[in-house]
T-cell receptor, first 114, second 111 residues
Framework: SAVISQKPSRDICQRGTSLTIQCQVD?????MFWYRQQPGQSLTLIAT?????????ESGFVIDKFPISRPNLTFSTLTVSNMSPEDSSIYLC???????????FGQGTRLTVV | TQLLEQSPQFLSIQEGENLTVYCNSS?????LQWYRQEPGEGPVLLVT???GGEVKKLKRLTFQFGDARKDSSLHITAAQPGDTGLYLC???????????WGLGTSLAVNP
């Protein structure tokens, strides 16, 4: 397994501002992912954070809105830019182990935009 | 589109009852996992199944993987309030490197 520290755990932000979420892993991992989740619902993949290259975004998500950094194999950040109330959600960092089949998660960041 | 259909979406039962959650797809999965998520936390892996027909037990939880590796079930015996949470199935199909997620089952076990 992997220990993933994600911060902040929650934040309330003004619309039009940006928030950067940090994800630190206790071991080097190849694959890091960022998800969005509405409370009580399933996960939606935002992007795959690639070390040394630009992140790979899923349909409906763009780099200008969700810029991602991955400076090394243990750390990544997700920025939610120019926030609106529609961005209120839980954001989760995830890594995969065991031949890329099992996912491990940080505790999530609960974002409320007012 | 590869989908994982999970049912039921919501379940509210009394302590001591049994329940089953289903995860179905038209695609063949190379592996399938079940996760449980509690409020304020990320999903936590419960089990991974990889072989068609496989059955795994984790205390009062029994996980099955269908013979054709297209479906899976989670059965909880004598549910307890501590079982309350969101249960998610997820898997990888074919050469797709991304996990495909079910929609989740929100379980409430009332004392």
């Amino acid at each position: 397994s992997a220990v993933i520290s994600q911060k902040p755990s929650r934040d309330i932000c003004q619309r039009g501002t940006s928030l950067t979420i940090q994800c630190q892993v206790d071991s080097q991992v190849t694959m890091m992912f960022w998800y969005r989740q509405q409370p009580g619902q399933s996960l939606t993949l935002i992007a795959t954070a690639n070390q040394g290259s630009e992140a790979t975004y899923e349909s409906g998500f763009v780099i200008d809105k969700f810029p991602i950094s991955r400076p090394n194999l243990t750390f990544s950040t997700l920025t939610v830019s120019n926030m609106s109330p529609e961005d209120s959600s839980i954001y989760l960092c995830s890594v995969e182990h065991r031949m890329n089949t099992e996912a491990f998660f940080g505790q999530g960041t609960r974002l409320t935009v007012v | 589109t590869q989908l994982l259909e999970q049912s039921p979406q919501f379940l509210s039962i009394q302590e001591g009852e049994n329940l089953t959650v289903y995860c179905n797809s038209s695609s063949v999965f190379s592996s399938l996992q079940w996760y449980r998520q509690e409020p304020g936390e990320g999903p936590v892996l419960l089990v991974t199944v990889v072989t068609g027909g496989e059955v795994k037990k984790l205390k009062r939880l029994t996980f099955q993987f269908g013979d054709a590796r297209k479906d899976s079930s989670l059965h909880i015996t004598a549910a307890q309030p501590g079982d309350t949470g969101l249960y998610l199935c997820a898997g990888k199909a074919g050469n797709n490197r991304k996990l495909i997620w079910g929609l989740g089952t929100s379980l409430a076990v009332n004392p």
